[in-house]
Every structure is written in structure tokens, then in C-alpha cells.
């Protein structure tokens, strides 16, 4: 079970204007579940997306990369239980036919859809499968279907993600609500497996800059195991042009990004603390992020996390390894509120607290000040237990 969280319930996520959702059970892996979810667009919308830079590229990734530069998506396809990564040019035609599927059934162009895919890789997508649940998910498209697509687009997920806001920004009220899945092979750029960000209005301009700008402080800044997808993608959609100035667009979009980052953390295969490594004192928000994500993705850190064991010297050697210049000697390191490392030396009297503190809390901190500037950045991620272990050994079969 996930780390201090639960899924929304349906009632607490906002319609977006212009957006509506259905699902189905296509049986593309798993019976019984639902595993297809189709997203329509109104003819308003305004979309970006950032995906994996992993070279090794899902054939859904490289549709998607094809199909945006023209504009005017209309609608997106998600199945899990397959990644479609892989099989090579079987892949990417079974991602075109897709979309030519929907095409067909909404009076679109096969270019206004976006495919979406996570799962297994170096599995083919059951193509017929998927094509025969299409209408289904036709006929259940709604407004208010975030509940059911958060649970729709989950593979070792244990719950499901979504976070919604309401809020007025210069006297517009705006909504933003967002899902997203993923619970290992989670690693920063990309980070989020697949996210779905939508808000009902946003600036008109520079929307795609906009979108990395918000995963740069939220989904880039979570980790679960150091390792990324083929699949990673992240999409934003705005229902409408707005008035909301950038700044208050990007400050609310963060906002729910980092809800959702931090649910992905939680939910870490096998997890059972939630850990947000602090990094203050850098001299760029770059080094902070760099420095914070090495010691997030370090297997001695996690696995002492798990242990309760508050072993600061992990905690300092993967910050010294991070390619980050930083004064040592002058750094501060602290496991919840107990400094455990200081003016170059160790703070045993404070172990025992740190432990305490590492035993009893489900949401834990670790923090360094790297005494070389004025700059700070958070990163999110989990402790490493047997369960992990077990849940990907046993992966496939």
C-alpha cells in the first residue's frame, strides 16, 4: 500500500471544460479490468508534451513526436498492460492503427490522436483487442470520468493518482486537474511514466516552454528506482485560451504536478516511507536538483531508510559523488529535525533521535545544506525494501 495516501474520491476531481473521458475493459493483458481510456478534446484545445530521453523509444513516443508538430489533437488513447516498446516496426504500425481507429470512430484524422502506452515491454500491443474496446469507451465518455481513467491507466500501481484544483487567478477561475501512474522505473527526464495535466485555461502563448518549465520542479524531480521508460511521457492540454498571467499559471500547474509527483513516490514499488530529500545552500537550483537526485537514487540511502538507520555518511558521500562542488567540511546534514553532521564532524548524540524519528514517521526528510549558495530544490522518492525486489522479479510471470 502506498505511503499516507488515498485516491480522491470521484466528487473531488474538477471537470475541465472541453475535456471528457471513457474507459473499458479491451482484456489487452489482464480480464476484468478496465485498461482503455479515451480522452476527447474540443476543438479549442491547446496541448504540449515532454517525453523519455530514453533512446530507446516507445513506438507510442515516437507516434506522438510525429503527430503534435500539426496541431489540433483531438483526442489521446491509453492502454496499459502492454508498453508497445520494442517490436519494432510492428509496434509503431499497431500505434498508427490505433489512432486511425479512433480516427474512424470520432470523424477525425488519424494525425489529431495521440497514442499512450505502459506495460510490458518487448510485448505486441493486441491490436484487435484494443480496436473491439474502442467503443466502448465511445459510449462512456464524460465530463467528470477522472476517477475511473486514474485507475484505467495503472500497472503495478497499488491505488490510483489524480489531484484537482480549483481556484481563481486574477478574478478567472480556473480549474486544473491531473492523473498520472507510476510505481517503478521511475526516474527523472522523464519521470512520470505517463501524467496527464489539464487546465481549463492558460496563457496563450508558450505553452509547450510552460509544460517543462512545471516538470523541471515536479515530475523531473522524483525517483523512484534510477531507472526511466520507454514510454515516459507528460501532457499538458489547455481547454481554452486565458487570461492568467504565466506566473500564476505556472505557480498552479506546479502545484498539482508536485501532488502528483509526490503520490508517484509514495506508491514506489514496495515502499514504506515516503522521503523528500532537502537540499539547501547550492549555488544554482541545478546543483540542488543534481545533488538531490543522487542521493534519492542512491541503494545505500534507501535500503538504510528502510533499516531505520539514520547513516548520514551515505547521505554526504552520494552528494559528494553528484559532480556539484561544495565545501565538505562545511556541510550540514540532518535526518528529520536532528543534525547528524556538522563543522566537518559528527553529531552521534543525535543518532538515537534520528533512528526514533525514522521508525515512527511514515513521511521522512533528509537534508543537507551544501554551504555554497542560496539555492535549494526538493526531489521525491522512497525507500528500497525486499517487496521491491519481489515485485520485479516476479514482473512477467
Not at 473521458?21 to 491547446?46: F, Q
Not at 500497472?155 to 480556473?174: E, F, P, W, Y
Not at 505553452?207 to 534510477?226: I, K, M, N, Q, S
Not at 504565466?246 to 508517484?264: E, I
Request: net charge neutral.
Amino acid at each position: 500500500m502506498p505511503v499516507n495516501y488515498r485516491t480522491p474520491a470521484a466528487d473531488q476531481l474538477a471537470p475541465v471544460a472541453g475535456v471528457r473521458l471513457g474507459v473499458a475493459a479491451a482484456g489487452i493483458r489482464k480480464p476484468d479490468r478496465n485498461d482503455l481510456t479515451l480522452v476527447a478534446l474540443a476543438a479549442t484545445a491547446r496541448v504540449a508534451a515532454v517525453f523519455t530521453k530514453n533512446r530507446f523509444a516507445a513506438a507510442p513516443v515516437q507516434v506522438c513526436r510525429q503527430h503534435l508538430p500539426g496541431g489540433d489533437i483531438r483526442a489521446l488513447i491509453i492502454n496499459t498492460g502492454v508498453a508497445n516498446a520494442g517490436v519494432g516496426a510492428a509496434g509503431l504500425a499497431a500505434a498508427r492503427q490505433s489512432c486511425a481507429a479512433v480516427a474512424r470512430l470520432m470523424d477525425l484524422r488519424a494525425e489529431q490522436v495521440l497514442p499512450f502506452s505502459t506495460g510490458v515491454i518487448m510485448e505486441p500491443l493486441p491490436l484487435e483487442r484494443l480496436k473491439a474496446g474502442l467503443p466502448a469507451c465511445l459510449a462512456n465518455l464524460r465530463d467528470n470520468g477522472w476517477s475511473d481513467a486514474a485507475s484505467a491507466i495503472m500497472t503495478t500501481d497499488t491505488v490510483a493518482k489524480a489531484a484537482s484544483r480549483r481556484l481563481d487567478i486574477n478574478g478567472q477561475a480556473v480549474v486544473i486537474t491531473g492523473v498520472a501512474k507510476g510505481s517503478g522505473m521511475i526516474h527523472p527526464d522523464m519521470a512520470t511514466m505517463l501524467g496527464f495535466l489539464l487546465v481549463a485555461s492558460a496563457p496563450t502563448e508558450g505553452l509547450p516552454g510552460l509544460l517543462r518549465e512545471v516538470a523541471d520542479r515536479t515530475f523531473h524531480r522524483v525517483t523512484v528506482d534510477g531507472d526511466t521508460s520507454p514510454n515516459d511521457s507528460l501532457f499538458l492540454l489547455a481547454g481554452a485560451t486565458g487570461t492568467a498571467s504565466r506566473d500564476a499559471a505556472q505557480a498552479s500547474l506546479t502545484a498539482v504536478g508536485t501532488q502528483l509527483s509526490r503520490q508517484l513516490a509514495a506508491d514506489g514499488e514496495g515502499a514504506s516511507r515516503l522521503m523528500t530529500i532537502e537540499v539547501r545552500g547550492a549555488a544554482t537550483e541545478a546543483d540542488a536538483a543534481q545533488v538531490g537526485r543522487v542521493i534519492a537514487t542512491s541503494p545505500l540511502v534507501k535500503t538504510a531508510v528502510a533499516g531505520r538507520d539514520p547513516n548520514w555518511g551515505r547521505i554526504l558521500s552520494a552528494a559528494g559523488r553528484a559532480g556539484v562542488p561544495f565545501p565538505a567540511e562545511r556541510a550540514l546534514v540532518k535526518v528529520g529535525s536532528s543534525v547528524v553532521f556538522a563543522d566537518g564532524r559528527p553529531h552521534p548524540a543525535n543518532e538515537s533521535a534520528a533512528a526514533r524519528y525514522l521508525a515512527d514517521e511514515a513521511e521522512v526528510m533528509l537534508s543537507i545544506d551544501l554551504a555554497a549558495g542560496k539555492a535549494s530544490a526538493d526531489v521525491w522518492t522512497c525507500d528500497f525494501t525486499a517487496e521491491y525486489v519481489s515485485i520485479n522479479a516476479d514482473y512477467r510471470t
